[in-house]
T-cell receptor, first 115, second 112 residues
Framework: AQSVTQLDSQVPVFEEAPVELRCNYS??????LFWYVQYPNQGLQLLLK??????LVKGINGFEAEFNKSQTSFHLRKPSVHISDTAEYFC?????????????FGKGTHLIIQP | DARVTQTPRHKVTEMGQEVTMRCQPI?????VFWYRQTMMQGLELLAY????????DSGMPKDRFSAEMPDATLATLKIQPSEPRDSAVYFC??????????FGSGTRLTVV
């Protein structure tokens, strides 16, 4: 069974500074990887996904993530954050090769942007 | 933009009452998920359907929860009887890994 570990429950960052949110996964088969963002009292919005091919994936709102198979990681980065990026960020994995499409989520990382 | 619609947005009910949550997936999406979000457990997969057939409901307490897709435009999650520990936000999502999964805005359930 797959699992996802988000190493930081909370990350405070100053506005316009770079940020990295860490995600590690565990799986015995090939995986698809996702990052979602959740703003207060809203559903989850897809930021980006890795299915195959280039290990550097670009998403919406200036975010990108890099898939590292050897380190089983899929860290999310943004070179310069804005106040509006304050939200909860979730890393997720699915194992379509294992016959299950359901997403397994990490516990989330609360990104706090300080002015 | 196409969206997943969930009703109701909020529900407060008394312990022991039946609760039904509804989801209208995006037209053409053949995979539909139900998730539950709590502070303690985070996001948990309860059940999912493909082409309206239930594929996995192992995350769902079978004695009180049931999930159905009576047609391609409606998925339902029912709790009977409800308990205070069922208080959570319930999300529906539809789509595929290739296209990405779209989540609804959720139903916030409070059982008192």
């Amino acid at each position: 069974a797959q699992s996802v570990t988000q190493l930081d429950s909370q990350v405070p960052v100053f506005e316009e500074a770079p940020v990295e949110l860490r995600c590690n996964y565990s799986s015995s088969v090939s995986v698809y990887l996702f990052w979602y963002v959740q703003y207060p009292n809203q559903g989850l919005q897809l930021l980006l996904k890795y299915l195959s091919g280039s290990t550097l994936v670009k998403g919406i709102n200036g975010f990108e993530a890099e898939f590292n198979k050897s380190q089983t990681s899929f860290h999310l980065r943004k070179p310069s954050v804005h106040i509006s990026d304050t939200a909860e960020y979730f890393c997720a994995v699915s194992e379509p090769g294992g016959g299950a499409d359901g997403l397994t989520f990490g516990k989330g990382t609360h990104l706090i942007i300080q002015p | 933009d196409a969206r997943v619609t969930q009703t109701p947005r909020h529900k407060v009910t008394e312990m022991g009452q039946e609760v039904t949550m509804r989801c209208q997936p995006i037209l053409g999406h053949n995979t539909v998920f139900w998730y539950r979000q709590t502070m303690m457990q985070g996001l948990e997969l309860l059940a999912y359907f493909r082409n309206r057939a239930p594929l996995d409901d192992s995350g769902m307490p079978k004695d009180r929860f049931s999930a159905e897709m009576p047609d391609a435009t409606l998925a339902t999650l029912k709790i009977q009887p409800s308990e205070p520990r069922d208080s959570a936000v319930y999300f529906c999502a539809s789509g595929s890994a290739f296209g990405g999964y779209t989540f609804g805005s959720g139903t916030r359930l409070t059982v008192v």
